[in-house]
């Protein structure tokens, strides 16, 4: 019987550097959401997080009807960190 390795997480996504990149991202919005809800409460963190969450939803839309690839990338980022924020608060 074969024993599986377990994996790293540099194993599940190619591209370390951007991998990397994607993962501070989340973290640095997710912190000063975190630090939002200390102050103002859980309720403005969420609001918050889910507003950059349809921020970059909406500009995953925008990409797709001008075709530009750069502008997915830019705001697939900003819908990951904003969904990560609104986990992270769950």
């Known amino acids: 019987m074969r024993t599986s390795q377990p994996s790293t997480s540099l194993r599940k ?5 951007r991998s ?4 501070t991202l ?8 975190s630090a939002l ?8 963190g969420l609001t918050t ?6 921020l ?3 500009g995953v839309v925008a990409a ?9 990338l830019a705001a697939s980022a900003v819908f990951g960190a904003g ?5 992270l608060a769950r």
């Not at 996504?13 to 550097?17: D, K, L, R």
């Not at 797709?64 to 997915?72: E, K, N, T, V």
């Not at 969904?83 to 986990?87: D, G, I, Q, S, Y």
């Open 83 to 87: 969904n990560a924020a609104v986990m």
């Open 49 to 54: 997080a889910l507003a950059i969450a349809a």
């Open 26 to 33: 989340r973290v640095l919005v997710a912190v000063q959401i």
């Open 13 to 17: 996504e190619p591209g370390t550097f």
């Open 64 to 72: 797709g009807a001008l075709d530009s690839f750069a502008l997915l």
């Open 56 to 58: 970059g939803a909406m």
């Open 20 to 23: 990397l990149q994607r993962r």
């Open 37 to 44: 809800s200390r102050r103002a409460g859980r309720r403005a």
